[in-house]
């Protein structure tokens, strides 16, 4: 898959439905394990690693965030092993539109983002 296929928005607004329903839940998932729930619902085209994966998280945290104030979403996708987002994920969050401080961290994001949606 590519960013500019027509599937791509849809596969966009898939992921974020997951990663929602996660978050209401108060777990994190797996970047295999999303590209696995991604495939089950015919996307199956998402590696977890790099490539389209990258671009996909990104759009997840500016989807209806376009400002990128609100918590970031995509933090709660953790590599298997350290349990941790990426180091592309600390990236993202510096860069605009998102704007993190020096003394931003991922744990401080991921509270954010299980206090938003708990309860939704």
Same mark, same amino acid.
């Given at each position: 898959?590519?960013?500019?296929?027509?599937?791509?928005?849809?596969?966009?607004?898939?992921?974020?439905?997951?990663?929602?329903? /996660? #978050?209401?839940?108060?777990?994190? %998932?797996?970047?295999?394990?999303? @590209?696995? *729930?991604?495939?089950? !619902?015919?996307?199956?085209?998402?590696?977890?690693?790099?490539?389209?994966?990258?671009?996909?998280?990104?759009?997840?945290?500016?989807?209806?965030?376009?400002?990128? /104030? #609100?918590?970031?979403?995509?933090? %709660?996708?953790?590599?298997?092993? @350290?349990? *941790?987002?990426?180091? !592309?994920?600390?990236?993202?969050?510096?860069?605009?539109?998102?704007?993190?401080?020096?003394?931003?961290?991922?744990?401080?994001?991921?509270?954010?983002?299980?206090?938003?949606?708990?309860?939704?």
């Amino acid at each position: 898959m590519r960013i500019k296929d027509p599937e791509y928005p849809a596969a966009v607004e898939a992921a974020v439905e997951i990663l929602r329903k /996660r #978050a209401r839940q108060g777990e994190t %998932i797996t970047y295999g394990d999303l @590209s696995a *729930e991604l495939k089950t !619902q015919g996307f199956d085209s998402i590696p977890p690693h790099r490539g389209i994966m990258t671009h996909l998280l990104k759009d997840v945290c500016l989807y209806s965030n376009e400002d990128g /104030r #609100a918590p970031m979403l995509s933090v %709660i996708v953790v590599n298997k092993a @350290s349990r *941790e987002p990426s180091v !592309q994920f600390s990236s993202l969050a510096r860069s605009l539109p998102f704007g993190r401080s020096a003394a931003w961290s991922w744990q401080d994001e991921l509270q954010n983002v299980f206090t938003q949606y708990r309860g939704k």
